[in-house]
């Protein structure tokens, strides 16, 4: 401490030089209390500028803190939100994406289903075809049988009159029978028609039924 004695030194021997040295000292002491309660004072100025300026960093900080926390529970509403909005975006994709591979699968089974329907109508005319043919091949033998009985029974005029009424009458089914089969292939065009708009206009796909008795006839002329 600058100002006091050293303890191995002794003091004066006359009061008056004791006087003044204790008096020395306690100036010393005073000032140096002095410069010491200045410097403190100061020392606690500082302090409280620096509290001060801390209390007010603090506040702000808070402050920040108080801002950034509700900016942050907005930012989780919106997070929130967007998450829900997506899920049911995602949701709707899923169910259109579903509808549309159902509609495909839907499509493809009435496509089978005409190409089903179609063979069938093809069979059908190459049947009806074939037993067209077949009449024309049993007319063209009764011709030829017609020719031979003629010969045969150039004397018996009763037979040979049945003959030719047989043969007449041959005639006019092959005719009818021509005319009913191009009837028929005319229907099976428009049912077949029908069929493809009505399997493209209906959502669902229908059960397709054939009557094929509507091809079923005697081929064979009666004896």
């Not at 074939?130 to 037979?159: A, C, H």
């Not at 089914?173 to 428009?190: G, M, N």
Request: glycine fraction near 2%; aromatic fraction near 6%.
């Amino acid at each position: 401490m600058p100002g006091s004695s050293d303890p191995s030194s002794s003091p004066p021997s006359a009061k008056e030089d004791d006087l003044e040295y204790y008096k020395a000292q306690y100036e010393a002491l005073e000032a140096e209390l002095a410069d010491f309660q200045a410097s403190s004072r100061d020392l606690e100025a500082e302090l409280e500028k620096d509290v001060e300026a801390a209390e007010k960093r603090e506040r702000q900080l808070q402050e920040k803190v108080e801002a950034l926390g509700f900016e942050v529970e907005e930012w989780k509403s919106k997070c929130k939100q967007s998450k829900a909005e997506a899920n049911t975006a995602q949701n709707a994709l899923q169910k259109e994406v579903t509808t549309l591979r159902d509609a495909h699968r839907t499509l493809q089974f009435k496509l089978r289903d005409i190409e089903v329907a179609n063979d069938d109508f093809e069979r059908q005319a190459r049947n009806t075809t074939s037993s067209l043919e077949d009449l024309e091949s049993k007319y063209n033998v009764s011709i030829e049988r017609g020719v031979m009985l003629e010969e045969e029974i150039k004397n018996g005029e009763q037979e040979r009159e049945a003959l030719r009424i047989e043969t007449q009458r041959l005639r006019d089914e092959l005719s009818d029978l021509k005319v009913e089969a191009e009837i028929r292939q005319d229907k099976l065009r428009h049912a077949e028609a029908a069929t493809i708009r009505r399997q493209l206009r209906k959502p669902t796909p229908i059960a397709l039924t054939y009557d094929y008795d509507f091809f079923a006839y005697d081929c064979h002329p009666p004896h």
